[in-house]
């Protein structure tokens, strides 16, 4: 029986051959890296439950000090945002992950699938420049074909090669966070986060910045959410089941492989 959520969005992870997408799904979906992975032909499918807004947005971005947290219940009333909290039940988000291929020869096919997408990732080498530099155009093929409120994200993937952890000037990257942050304001990109999918740094944060982001669009009315071309779709009475909840941590996709 399959957990209930509470809306559904498909996410594609879109970029050149080679950046990491499969890794950073299987990262995000099994919670393991596999240094060595078929090349992805077409597109592979994954997908995870996780939770977006009140309370769980609330309490990952934000941890009160202890002094703060003695003080306001030194007199044994909740404060009011134990209340908000306490009022406000969570919800959950099914990501229907989107693996693309990003070799020249599988480029039509893949296109094809970013119609219907709520978010998506774009991802480049921080090792190869023109993965960077080729960001401009799956940008452009993506808002050609998707719906125009579709959330993306940049990410530098392989950040990993970044730093000298041995001392022995081992540091390959070759686009700088800066540059990368001002194409990400220029391109109207929504944040640009550095992940390692090998050693999991920022790679469930890059598909939790998407995920809240489609949710705000949710709570905002921004989707039709009875017309499947908007990429998110409500949860059916029949569809959840009555297991329990899954937890962002706790979930792993177990359904065939994930990219």
Same mark, same amino acid.
């Given at each position: 029986m399959s957990a209930p959520w509470d809306y559904i969005a498909k996410l594609v992870c879109i970029g050149d051959s080679g950046c990491g997408k499969s890794s950073l799904t299987i990262r995000l979906c099994e919670g393991r890296f596999s240094p060595h992975h078929d090349v992805t032909i077409g597109v592979e499918f994954g997908s995870r439950i996780v939770p977006v807004g009140p309370p769980h947005s609330k309490t990952s971005s934000s941890i009160p000090s202890v002094s703060s947290l003695s003080d306001a219940k030194s007199n044994g009333e909740p404060t009011n945002e134990d209340r908000e909290l306490q009022d406000s039940a969570q919800k959950y988000m099914k990501l229907s992950l989107w693996d693309t291929a990003g070799q020249e020869t599988y480029k039509s096919v893949t296109r094809s699938y970013f119609r219907g997408a709520s978010g998506a990732l774009l991802v480049f080498d921080l090792s190869r420049r023109d993965t960077f530099t080729h960001a401009t155009?799956?940008?452009?093929?993506?808002? !050609?074909?998707? /719906?125009? @409120?579709? *959330?993306?994200?940049?990410?530098?993937?392989?950040?990993?090669?970044?730093?000298?952890? $041995?001392? @022995? $000037?081992?540091?390959?990257?070759? *686009?700088?966070?800066?540059?990368?942050?001002?194409?990400?304001?220029?391109?109207?990109?929504?944040?640009?986060? /550095?992940?390692?999918?090998?050693?999991?740094?920022? *790679? /469930?944060?890059?598909?939790?910045?998407?995920?809240?982001?489609?949710? !705000?669009?949710?709570?905002?009315?921004?989707? @039709?959410?009875? $017309?499947? #071309?908007?990429? *998110?779709?409500?949860?059916? !009475?029949?569809?959840?089941?009555?297991?329990?909840?899954?937890?962002?941590?706790?979930? #792993?996709?177990?359904?065939?492989?994930?990219?």
């Open positions: 155009d799956w940008l452009a093929d993506l808002r !050609q074909i998707a /719906e125009p @409120d579709i *959330v993306v994200i940049l990410v530098g993937n392989k950040a990993d090669l970044t730093s000298d952890d $041995d001392g @022995d $000037d081992k540091d390959k990257r070759a *686009v700088t966070r800066v540059e990368a942050e001002d194409w990400a304001r220029k391109n109207g990109v929504l944040e640009y986060v /550095e992940t390692s999918a090998k050693s999991g740094i920022n *790679v /469930e944060m890059a598909f939790m910045r998407v995920a809240e982001r489609i949710f !705000q669009n949710i709570e905002a009315g921004k989707y @039709d959410l009875d $017309d499947r #071309r908007s990429g *998110v779709k409500r949860q059916t !009475q029949s569809a959840g089941g009555t297991g329990g909840r899954v937890r962002l941590n706790e979930s #792993r996709s177990k359904g065939g492989m994930c990219c």
